[in-house]
């Protein structure tokens, strides 16, 4: 089955204490991004990878990193949470670079304290 | 940077009404899509709207892109509480960059 796994889908985590949310997809897809979803803000961009070992900012980069050393897989890193990083994170992947349709994972729900 | 406005950010219409949802972009765009968001599930594609002044049809849905490609509506005839959740349009800026501006999403309630 085609499918994008996020991981973990809930955590709670201290100020401070490095995180990695990880995301893999077996569609064999160039592009991948990772998205935060605010009440009142949408879905805003993070970081985004057009293939292995290429990777970009999106809308809001700050305090977060990305690798992409596989193409299958694209794990968002927070190396020093803030509580204003609490949010609804998503993984996406799709076959080209904007002109094919998305496919996001389940959402990983981070709070942080 | 591009912005793409989505309005309106709520809608509760009465089951069998119709609903209508539009974006404007800031910039003109090179293709965009829209997606839908049910309550606690994740963005699912709906359709992609590439030329100017296309509409695309799918069951009760009907989707448009602007002649000057800034703008795009999704019009939902006859709702039905499965038609409950957040939509979405993605827009992708014209110019070889590789990054998507969504709208802010239109959260539809649908009363029985």
């Known amino acids: 089955e085609a499918q994008v796994t996020q991981n973990p889908r809930y955590l709670i985590t201290v100020t401070g204490k490095k995180l990695t949310v990880t995301c893999s997809q077996n569609m064999n897809h160039e592009y991948m991004s990772w998205y935060r979803q605010d009440p009142g803000l949408g879905l805003r961009q993070i970081y985004y990878?057009?293939?292995?070992?290429?990777?970009d900012k999106g809308d809001v980069p700050e305090g977060y990193k990305v690798s992409r050393k596989e193409k299958r897989n694209f794990p968002l890193i927070l190396e020093s949470p803030s509580p204003n990083q609490t949010s609804l994170y998503f993984c996406?992947?799709?076959?080209?670079?904007?002109?094919?349709?998305?496919?996001f994972g389940q959402g990983t729900r981070l709070t942080v304290v | 940077g591009q912005q793409v406005m989505q309005i309106p950010q709520y809608q509760h219409v009465q089951e069998g009404e119709d609903f209508t949802t539009y974006c404007n972009s800031s910039?003109?765009?090179?293709?965009i899509q829209w997606y839908k968001q049910r309550p606690g599930g994740h963005p699912v594609f709906l359709i992609q709207?590439?030329?100017?002044?296309e509409v695309k049809k799918q069951k009760r849905l009907t989707f448009q892109f602007g002649e000057a490609k800034k703008n795009s509506s999704l019009h939902i005839t006859a709702t039905q509480t499965t038609d409950v959740g957040t939509y979405f349009c993605a827009g992708w800026m014209i110019g070889g960059y590789q990054k998507v501006t969504f709208g802010i999403g239109t959260k539809l309630q649908v009363i029985p």
């Open positions: 990878s057009m293939n292995v070992e290429v990777t």
């Open positions: 910039t003109t765009l090179s293709n």
């Open positions: 996406a992947s799709s076959l080209g670079f904007g002109n094919t349709e998305a496919f």
């Open positions: 709207l590439v030329k100017s002044g």
